[in-house]
């Protein structure tokens, strides 16, 4: 490898960077290059083995000299409207205005449990673990779903009924999506 080839995750993840420093002997048994990943607003310098990189052959140009840009929509598009879909349904059922604010809160936090998810799955596949404690996001992540639950029901509050339930189901469509046999 050397620097200003593209190059992009062997683990699978939809990335595409370049590579701007090259260490060839740090350590000795694992060269180690710095990659700028596309769309990284603040450019930031990222380290990774060379054995976890592939090199990648520039996208060829159509006849007018345009690359093709990618059309479909991606996972976490396609279950974002899911989500807001079953949400807003929920809402629209209820019928009260308090319902929506529900609805709301709840998909900005799937919004969010969903990059958590990424996180941690992405951390589990890397060669050098720089968060240690990632495998414990999920257990943390049910529990507390478990509680809301019991308080929820308590409460009647059924948008908030109803994230629960899609987190709870999040874990088990990652590990299906993902074709994982075990929790990681």
């Not at 990943?37 to 450019?43: A, E, F, N, P, R």
């Not at 990189?53 to 059309?71: F, H, N, R, S, Y």
């Amino acid at each position: 490898m050397k620097p200003d080839q593209r190059v992009s995750p062997c683990d699978g993840r939809k990335l595409v960077g370049t590579i701007v420093d090259i260490f060839p002997t740090v350590p000795p048994h694992l060269p180690m290059v710095s990659v700028v990943w596309d769309g990284d607003k603040s450019q930031e310098r990222r380290w990774f083995p060379v054995r976890d990189l592939k090199v990648l052959v520039e996208p060829v140009p159509d006849v007018t000299g345009a690359t093709i840009p990618q059309t479909s929509l991606r996972t976490w598009h396609k279950e974002s409207l899911v989500v807001g879909i079953i949400l807003a349904a929920v809402a629209v059922i209820k019928g009260q205005p308090i319902e929506w604010l529900g609805a709301l809160a709840v998909f900005l936090t799937f919004m969010h449990a969903q990059i958590a998810f990424r996180l941690s799955e992405s951390e589990s596949r890397q060669s050098l673990v720089q968060v240690e404690c990632y495998w414990k996001a999920q257990y943390y992540f049910l529990a507390k779903e478990a509680c809301w639950f019991l308080y929820f029901i308590c409460l009647g509050a059924w948008s908030a009924l109803i994230g629960v339930l899609i987190f709870l189901l999040y874990p088990l469509w990652r590990k299906y999506h993902l074709g994982q046999k075990q929790w990681t």
